[in-house]
């Protein structure tokens, strides 16, 4: 029974699931954050493109 306390207790203290999970949580920040901003420049110089062209 002391060695399920004692691995229960390590496995409290343990922070690596913790980090990997952070980790996650910022990488699919970064990417919603690049999907967002790729979506916005591409309508933008769809726009551009049609305006040049129609000049030509």
Excluded: N, P, Q
Aim: aromatic residues 8%; charged residues 15%; proline residues 0%.
């Amino acid at each position: 029974m002391t060695k399920f306390i004692a691995h229960a207790a390590r496995f409290v203290r343990d922070e690596d699931g913790i980090s990997a999970i952070e980790y996650a949580l910022l990488a699919s920040l970064i990417a919603l954050a690049i999907v967002g901003t790729v979506g916005t420049l591409g309508t933008t110089l769809s726009g551009i493109f049609t305006k040049v062209a129609g000049s030509i």
